[in-house]
């Protein structure tokens, strides 16, 4: 937790004075958004119910104290919270210590599957955390991408509108009020966008000025053509599905379970009495043995429990076959999105390189320019979010943070 502070505040420095990247923005998101945290927590009480569950086949040991007054005018078998004891006429009372041990022998399976139930439990509370970052991972480079790019479409615009103011040529005016409204349509779609990022990361708040781009277009080979893997890592990573994988052992778990109350309980026990009757000094008692139950009938609530369990692991299967598929379509449409976008892509970078500003230009060439660089950056912009949301579908950036 320190170590996370510390993190937080050199974060919050650096940006105060050099700027701030993506990968800042992602890590400041995860430490400040309180849905992860909430997570992180339900993650740690997972984890302290499979340490108390590993307890169960731990020898218990006892230790007490007791003090018990009576009276009695005839020798008798006195009973009480601690046991019987044969006592003589006219005692007037009994204390002292005792120790007791007692060790688990045979369940019939019982606590070995409570372990394995909890550690099941773990994965789920683990998936949902892991499901939390990976959207959110998703949704700052979302935002990012929007500040970034409407920052240079910005740029682009006032570039343009201060070349146009100094050039002379038909359509002048009207082709600076376009640019105008559109500047000022970009400016107001910025603000709206930088504030998302802000509540996203949940920090305070990030200047346009300080997001500096770090982004990168994918290569052109970068992307392998098995769609098959891509599958295999996207069911391997995908904490959804881990979850309800997960999910669906630990109802079969019960199922068993709910079996396993059929067979008896065989317990050691072990007690050790240093005790003292008003008739005399200090005694010892020392007792052992073995403990057998077995449970005849108790109504059929357990039969009933068990066609529950039953129920509620067929449909926890039919969960996991839905998902799976689910996540199979996913990653097709992220592939098929991909590749388009990367089309598209060299197709505006191949019309702004056969772009050529004339040497004597006039309006309506600032005008081809400046739609030829927003081709460019809206190309950039479908391919750099379809790669972000391949990433996401498979669930590969998810160990990075």
């Not at 146009?164 to 966008?193: P, V």
């Not at 067979?263 to 073995?290: A, E, R």
């Amino acid at each position: 937790m320190k170590r996370a502070v510390k993190i937080f505040v050199f974060l919050i420095f650096c940006s105060k004075i050099f700027g701030i990247c993506l990968e800042e923005c992602i890590k400041l998101a995860i430490m400040n958004n309180t849905e992860i945290f909430l997570a992180g927590q339900d993650l740690e009480i997972a984890k302290s119910k499979l340490n108390q569950a590993k307890t169960v086949n731990f020898p218990k040991l006892q230790l007490g104290a007791y003090y018990n007054r009576y009276n009695l005018n005839y020798p008798a078998i006195f009973s009480s919270a601690i046991g019987a004891f044969n006592l003589e006429e006219n005692s007037q009372f009994l204390y002292g210590t005792r120790i007791v041990l007692t060790q688990p022998l045979y369940t019939g399976g019982k606590n070995k599957t409570l372990i394995k139930q909890a550690e099941q439990n773990l994965l789920s509370a683990k998936s949902v955390y892991l499901t939390m970052k990976n959207r959110l991972i998703y949704n700052v480079r979302k935002s990012y991408v929007d500040v970034i790019y409407l920052k240079k479409k910005n740029n682009i615009l006032k570039n343009a509108i201060s070349q146009i103011e100094k050039i002379k040529g038909k359509g002048k005016e009207s082709i600076l009020y376009k640019n105008t409204k559109q500047l000022h349509e970009i400016e107001i779609k910025l603000t709206d966008a930088i504030f998302k990022l802000n509540s996203i990361v949940a920090t305070e708040f990030i200047d346009i000025e300080k997001i500096e781009n770090t982004l990168e277009v994918p290569e052109e080979n970068f992307l392998e053509e098995d769609v098959q893997k891509y599958i295999v890592i996207a069911l391997e990573k995908r904490p959804e599905f881990s979850g309800l994988r997960a999910r669906e052992f630990i109802d079969s778990l019960s199922v068993e379970l709910g079996k396993n109350f059929r067979f008896p309980n065989i317990d050691l026990f072990s007690t050790y009495d240093y005790l003292k009757p008003s008739q005399g000094g200090w005694l010892s008692n020392f007792q052992v043995g073995m403990s057998l139950s077995i449970p005849l009938f108790d109504g059929g609530a357990r039969w009933q429990q068990l066609k529950e369990k039953n129920a509620l692991f067929k449909k926890t299967k039919a969960l996991v076959g839905s998902k799976e598929e689910e996540i199979k379509r996913e990653v097709m449409q992220a592939l098929r999105k991909l590749k388009l976008s990367q089309k598209f892509y060299e197709l505006a970078r191949k019309q702004k390189e056969e772009f050529s500003m004339p040497v004597k230009a006039i309006p309506k060439d600032i005008e081809r320019w400046k739609e030829a660089n927003f081709d460019i950056l809206d190309a950039e912009r479908k391919f750099i979010l379809a790669k972000f949301y391949l990433s996401y579908v498979t669930g590969e950036d998810i160990e990075k943070y």
